[in-house]
């Protein structure tokens, strides 16, 4: 062979090498990014000149065909202009996957501050259940395949924001017994979880973070 064509074989080992240390080390996706564990917070937003009359876009882009929540929205950002529908639900993005491995692997301590009293109870109730019965589940979060803002309510008199996000997350799960036998789930089979969440908020307080405050279907 030539030195040109051996140069080329030498290029291509190497770059195959380097493709299957990286999945060693950062598993394989599914072709979804895993977002940052993090709580939904108002982050200070960069001021832009807005034309007096014109859409906001940043409410616009997540409440076509809600005339009502894009009002509540509105209220929002005029009890505290520096909230953003945009910024919002990507911290609820990663509120998401940080609540729900939480809630699954029955690790609640960390996730306490930012669920409601109601929730969080009703969260402890399914996990003490679970070690009474000598179960452990082990999940991993694969992503978010779908996201999207379900609705948006404001209390002019208690000036409290609800925000709900419809999300439809994949994960893989599996519930073990006491002798580690698999009593339900496919660890290699992944599973879509379909969840409408309600956060809120008193808009304008000093505490950034938003709480769960109601979980559905």
Do not use: C
């Not at 040109?4 to 190497?14: E, F, N, T, Y």
């Not at 994949?170 to 006491?178: L, P």
């Not at 879509?192 to 309600?198: G, I, L, S």
């Amino acid at each position: 062979m030539n030195s040109p064509i051996i140069q080329l074989l030498v290029l291509a080992g190497i770059a195959v090498f380097l493709i299957l240390r990286l999945k060693n080390v950062l598993g394989t996706r599914e072709g979804f990014e895993k977002p940052p564990a993090a709580a939904p917070t108002t982050r200070k937003r960069p001021e832009f000149e807005v034309i007096e009359g014109g859409p906001d876009l940043d409410i616009a882009d997540h409440t076509e065909g809600m005339p009502e929540a894009a009002e509540a929205l509105a209220k929002m950002k005029a009890a505290e202009p520096s909230f953003g529908a945009s910024d919002f639900l990507g911290g609820a993005r990663g509120a998401y996957e940080m609540i729900l491995m939480g809630f699954e692997r029955g690790e609640l301590a960390d996730i306490k501050p930012f669920l409601d009293d109601d929730v969080y109870e009703s969260f402890a109730e399914v996990v003490e259940l679970r070690e009474k019965q000598g179960l452990t589940v082990e999940a991993f979060f694969v992503g978010i395949r779908e996201m999207a803002l379900a609705d948006a309510t404001f209390d002019n008199e208690s000036g409290i924001g609800e925000v709900s996000v419809k999300f439809i997350g994949e994960m893989t799960s599996v519930v073990r017994d006491n002798a580690g036998e698999i009593v339900e789930g496919d660890e290699k089979k992944i599973k879509r979880q379909k969840d409408v969440w309600t956060f809120a908020r008193k808009m304008g307080a000093d505490d950034p973070n938003w709480q769960l405050v109601a979980t559905g279907e």
